[in-house]
């Protein structure tokens, strides 16, 4: 049982540039979102999702889409980087019959 | 859901007990508060959560009051392991899921 993982742990990217960032669990939680943390800040909803297909805007979606083809896997897309991206992003987990979320380790990324 | 308002920062003495406050003066019957933690730069961890009770566990113990505008969060015996950004967190559904992260508190557990 892995719990959150998330890949790449750290991503380097140029000013409009695309990239995925993968995040899966193997507690076949229905329930699965993206933050993003910057500098000192706490963290702020992206994306979130309540089961396979059915995906919904968070509090800072814009320049970022999601897809939930799976239980297992939540993938984020930046479709053009930007350096107000440049953040860390966690992706967690809960299940419907749980009270508690489960965090990934976060993925670093800068963009010049 | 509720906002929250906690201290920026607090220092502990190891092996003392650490009374984490947070006020949540607009908090609604239904809502819930969850406490956090964040070690370093890992993802939050899950603590605990109450709605009116007081609410003990492995961890820590939440002590929410009568007319439920305030809660603390009591580490009982500190250690340095347990310095990290502690997030109070209000929300309406007790399978909490779309939370709102304030800036939390940096406690900092001291030898």
């Known amino acids: 049982n892995a719990g959150v993982t998330q890949t790449p742990k750290f991503q380097v990217l140029k000013t409009g540039q695309s990239m995925t960032l993968q995040c899966a669990q193997d507690m076949n939680h229905e329930y699965m979102s993206w933050y993003r943390q910057d500098p000192g800040m706490g963290l702020r909803l992206i994306h979130y999702?309540?089961?396979?297909?059915?995906?919904d805007q968070g509090e800072v979606p814009n320049g970022y889409n999601v897809s939930r083809s799976t239980t297992e896997d939540f993938p984020l897309r930046l479709l053009s980087a930007a350096p107000s991206q440049t953040s860390v992003y966690f992706c967690a987990s809960g299940g419907w019959n749980s009270y508690e979320q489960y965090f990934g380790p976060g993925t670093r990324l800068t963009v010049t | 859901d509720a906002k929250t308002t906690q201290p920026p920062s607090m220092d502990c003495a190891e092996g003392r007990a650490a009374n984490l406050p947070c006020n949540h003066s607009t908090i609604s019957g239904n809502e819930y508060v969850y406490w956090y933690r964040q070690i370093h730069s890992q993802g939050p961890q899950y603590i605990i959560h109450g709605l009116k009770n007081n609410e003990t566990n492995e961890m820590a113990s939440l002590i929410i009051t009568e007319d439920r505008k305030s809660s603390t969060l009591i580490l009982p015996h500190a250690t340095l392991r347990d310095t990290a950004v502690y997030y109070c967190?209000?929300?309406?559904?007790?399978?909490?899921?779309?939370?709102?992260f304030g800036p939390g508190t940096r406690l900092s557990v001291l030898p």
């Open positions: 999702s309540v089961g396979a297909g059915i995906t």
């Open positions: 967190i209000v929300i309406r559904d007790n399978y909490g899921q779309n939370f709102v």
